[in-house]
């Protein structure tokens, strides 16, 4: 019987350099949003010093700040965060699709992990859900998902 040999990440935030980028638009959101994936980060290790916000007006405009990001070299992983809201944006299936295409973009052409945080949601509700009260809190789950993603691309 053969060996299947795994590759997992270990969940360790320490030593690791992050940037959050996060959007303007919806900022009460996105606030709850930012506060998850920091939560997250210190209580698997990481240190404030190694983590830098970075605020943008809206999910249209993160993929180009994370590209910039990835290109100085300086995170191991990028936290996106954003919240789009139907009846709140304008042409919100196409902020959301080009937001979504741009950062996968992004992570495949750089190497860098992607955490992907933008909530999309019909409305606010379920917006407020997503940031921490019922439906737990996409910010932690981008979060957790760029850390285990640095931890295995290390091993591969």
């Known amino acids: 019987m053969h060996h299947i040999s795994t590759i997992e990440g270990q969940m360790t935030a320490k030593g690791l350099s992050f940037a959050i980028l996060a959007a303007r638009f919806n900022d009460t959101i996105v606030d709850r949003l930012v506060g998850g994936a920091i939560d997250y980060i ?3 290790g990481g240190e404030r010093e190694n983590l830098t916000i970075v605020r943008v007006p809206g999910a249209f405009e993160m993929p180009l700040a994370a590209k910039k990001l990835a290109a100085t070299g300086k995170y191991n992983a990028i936290i996106c965060l954003g919240a789009v ?3 709140h944006t304008p042409h919100f299936d196409f902020v959301a699709g080009e937001c979504t295409k ?3 973009q992004v992570s495949l052409d750089s190497g860098v992990p992607v955490g992907f945080g933008l909530l999309t949601t019909d409305n606010l509700e379920q917006a407020i859900e997503r940031a921490g009260t ?7 789950e981008a979060a957790s998902a760029a850390l285990e993603l ?5 091993q591969i």
């Open 102 to 104: 741009g950062l996968a």
């Open 134 to 140: 019922k439906a737990g809190n996409k910010g932690v």
């Open 85 to 87: 809201v139907r009846g």
């Open 150 to 154: 640095v931890r295995v691309l290390e």
């Open 42 to 44: 210190l209580r698997h």
